[in-house]
């Protein structure tokens, strides 16, 4: 399992008013494993009012950079990001564990490819990496970006999107389209839908040439792209979709903890909620929840029933259960009251479960 | 730009997911269910067809037959990886049942072993020598290119590029099964080919789950599956009739 590590900040900068670039170094020899591909996201944890937070930001820099860095854009209420904008410093140090996801394709000096890239605000950050490096490593390869924001001033990296155009002349080109400000040509205003991607298709990308799409933007914006591309002939293999649900919750709720007496001889009265709907079971104590859950016709999910997948995961809301084993999940999720079912026992008289957390 | 939308309703328009912090809790647990299921199909696979290399008649044999077994421990492992991902231990996993176990030859369907996994039922089932493993392998191989075929489009982007990856590698292993077929039908074993066809039929059969499946709807909604049991196992039935005529054998 991936663990992780302390990264140093060696520089803080806005690239617009609500978001910012953190550069990192990584320290303790964990340089290596830092070694990213292009594409690539940091999830990062970090303690506030006592409870861990993780969120995942994907990485900016381009291989060739030399750097390690992240785009951070503030979310409305979002923990994580406020801070990452308000408080961060050089000389901090961040936790992150090392680089993940799999947003990018195999690079070759050889190929001559035509590459499509969609971003919608912040879901700049990925195809960013993906072009610098792309630009970068393959000299007969273009890259096409369509960049999706609500105005010009929310444009994250618009001057190093040009400087990028002037480098490399002819081979990179940006269409921006903005959904509130008006611009010289109708097309290039709105939202970037089905619709809209069909008509950049028809004059301003040469769409039967693109050998490879990325996509990374919020769930509607997706969804109209990919069935865009689908439609001008390419298939899924083609294209490379990147989400981070903007419905990343700001901060966790803490447990209810009940401190309802325990040993009831050696039964226990269990609410198991599953798929939406709860049910309240008796069941003895020394039977493991999931079991219980399946004995009472509960569709409940698990896979290896030795506490080593993390298939059956659900959370505790109420009262206590003892977990006898556990290989699966990490301190910080059973801070949150997960346990994995299959290992678990009542301990408490009344125990409320829920699946569908 | 609107973004209000909820990962449920992306999902049922045909989202893709990308990584394990933006799965909801329930798909976490269905494609848990969906990798566990095809990484302990693919160790207890390997582990029987192990088994049988030495039973191999010749060296061409027994190399295709050990090549299978390093391959499909390899699509495990990749598979096992992206569990990885969402917090499952692979090493204490990939030892943590007795993959080798079966039944006994004859146990009837539906009999469960001991010590439970999430393999297949097929695999369930002892290999019985060289023919009987070319055959089983042969069935079971054209019933993996058909799942390989929906898995591919799952909408958890990491997992559907992994089976794309598998897809070519478990084709090629039908393919070394038919040509095992083919040369074993050349011979006198045609009796012995029937007869395995006749056991292993039904029980490859059933690897396509039940036909009244009610979980398929809520799969669908998230991506997946598109066909249901049924359509996939009438796909197999077809093609793989299809293939067993060529050396004069039916299916039970």
Known sequence: MARFHDLTVTDVHKTIRDAVVVTLQPVNGAAEEFDFT?????TFRQDFDGEELRRSYSICAGKNDGVLQVGIKRVDGGAFSTWANEDLKVGDTLQAMPPMGGFFSALDAGNEKNYLGFAGGSGITPVLSILKTTLAAEPN??????????????????????????????????????????????????????????ELFQSWIDIKNIDMAFICGPEPMMLGIAAALRSAGLDDAQIKFELFASSQPGRAKRKAVSKGGAS??????????????????????????????????????????????????????????????NHALEDYEVEKGYVLSCQSFAVTDNVVVDFDQ | MSEDMSIESYLAAGGILTNPSNVPPRYRAELMKLMATFVDSELAGA????????AGPGIKERISAAKIVLEKTDNADRVLRIMGEFGANTDKYANHHPWTARLDRDAPAGTERAEQDMRLAVFNYPLDGWVDAVVMNLLMGRAVAVQMGEFSMVSYQPLAEAFRAI????????????EGVAKLAEGDNKAAL?????????????????????????????????????????????????????????AA
């Open chain 1, 264 to 325: 009831n001889a050696n039964q226990a009265s269990a609410s198991i909620t599953l798929d939406g709907s709860t049910q309240t079971i008796n069941m003895p104590k020394d039977i493991s929840i999931l079991d219980a859950a399946l004995e009472n016709k509960m569709d409940a999910p698990y896979a290896c029933k030795a506490g080593v997948c993390s298939t059956c995961r659900c959370k505790v809301l109420e009262g206590e259960v003892e977990m006898v084993a």
């Open chain 1, 141 to 198: 390869s273009t890259f096409t970006l369509v960049y999706a924001n609500k105005g010009v001033n929310t444009i994250m990296f618009r001057e190093e999107l040009e400087d990028l155009k002037n480098t490399y002349m002819g081979r990179f080109n940006t269409i921006h389209i903005l959904e509130s400000d008006a611009q010289e040509i109708d097309l290039f205003t709105g939202l970037v839908t089905e619709e809209k991607c069909a």
């Open chain 2, 194 to 250: 029937q007869a395995a066809v006749g056991y292993w039929w039904p029980r490859v059969a059933g690897s396509f789950g039940s036909t009244s499946s009610i979980k398929a709807d809520t799969l669908k909604a998230m991506g997946l599956r598109k066909s249901t049991n049924a359509e996939l196992k009438a796909r197999w039935e077809a093609e793989t009739k299809a293939i067993l005529e060529k050396f004069g054998l039916t």
């Open chain 2, 47 to 54: 582990a029987g067809f192990a088994d049988i290399i030495n």
């Open chain 1, 38 to 42: 292009q594409g690539q996201y940091l």
């Open chain 2, 167 to 178: 897809a070519p590698v478990e084709a090629r292993h039908a393919e070394l099964a038919e």
